[in-house]
T-cell receptor, first 114, second 110 residues
Framework: DTGVSQDPRHKITKRGQNVTFRCDPISEHNRLYWYRQTLGQGPEFLTYFQNEAQLEKSRLLSDRFSAERPKGSFSTLEIQRTEQGDSAMYLCASSESGARTEAFFGQGTRLTVV | RKEVEQDPGPFNVPEGATVAFNCTYSNSASQSFFWYRQDCRKEPKLLMSVYSSGNEDGRFTAQLNRASQYISLLIRDSKLSDSATYLC???????????FGKGTTLSVSS
């Protein structure tokens, strides 16, 4: 499968714990995005990488959230001291450069904070 | 004002109907526009890009009005398989983010 891969698919954690999600983009894609989606809402932009550089961060990305893409390939999203409000689907997408290029999404990681 | 706003749903239509979705965006400097489709509990997938001249792909037609900052999607001859959430998407001027609308849910019934 050469699509965007996310791991794990599901994560249940207790409030206050740290969690880390991984995204493996399509190999030739230099752009990588993280989104959060809750029920009944569209995906909300969190952050963007061009290769290894994090070029854009949403106001939604509080200081408890951090993302990395150390070698310009896979990316990780870490949430520290999770809160119940962090429960959501976390989606990763990747694309080639260009204004009209399609972004391909992974199947997401569903986080439940109890 | 939200960056991307869509018609509130849901739209419930019979098979064969024509249905239109509308979307407005707030940033006049936005450069690229898309419609994505999302099935229940699945990831979003590109349906079509939206060009200034308008574009058609089979039963689907997308239009862009830059002056009004308005995007539309027309679906003709609706099929049961068209039932999904349709997301209006705008790429910001810098090209660093795709901004999604809340989505409009379509339910096509037989």
């Amino acid at each position: 499968d050469t699509g965007v891969s996310q791991d794990p698919r599901h994560k249940i954690t207790k409030r206050g714990q740290n969690v880390t999600f991984r995204c493996d983009p399509i190999s030739e894609h230099n752009r990588l995005y993280w989104y959060r989606q809750t029920l009944g809402q569209g995906p909300e932009f969190l952050t963007y990488f061009q290769n290894e550089a994090q070029l854009e961060k949403s106001r939604l990305l509080s200081d408890r959230f951090s993302a990395e893409r150390p070698k310009g390939s896979f990316s990780t999203l870490e949430i520290q001291r999770t809160e119940q409000g962090d429960s959501a689907m976390y989606l990763c997408a990747s694309s080639e450069s260009g204004a009209r290029t399609e972004a391909f999404f992974g199947q997401g990681t569903r986080l439940t904070v109890v | 004002r939200k960056e991307v706003e869509q018609d509130p749903g849901p739209f419930n239509v019979p098979e064969g109907a024509t249905v239109a979705f509308n979307c407005t965006y707030s940033n006049s400097a936005s450069q690229s526009f898309f419609w994505y489709r999302q099935d229940c509990r699945k990831e979003p997938k590109l349906l079509m890009s939206v060009y200034s001249s308008g574009n058609e792909d089979g039963r689907f037609t997308a239009q862009l009005n830059r002056a009004s900052q308005y995007i539309s999607l027309l679906i003709r001859d609706s099929k049961l398989s068209d039932s999904a959430t349709y997301l209006c998407v705008v790429k910001n001027q810098a090209g660093t983010a795709l901004i999604f609308g809340k989505g409009t849910t379509l339910s096509v019934s037989s």
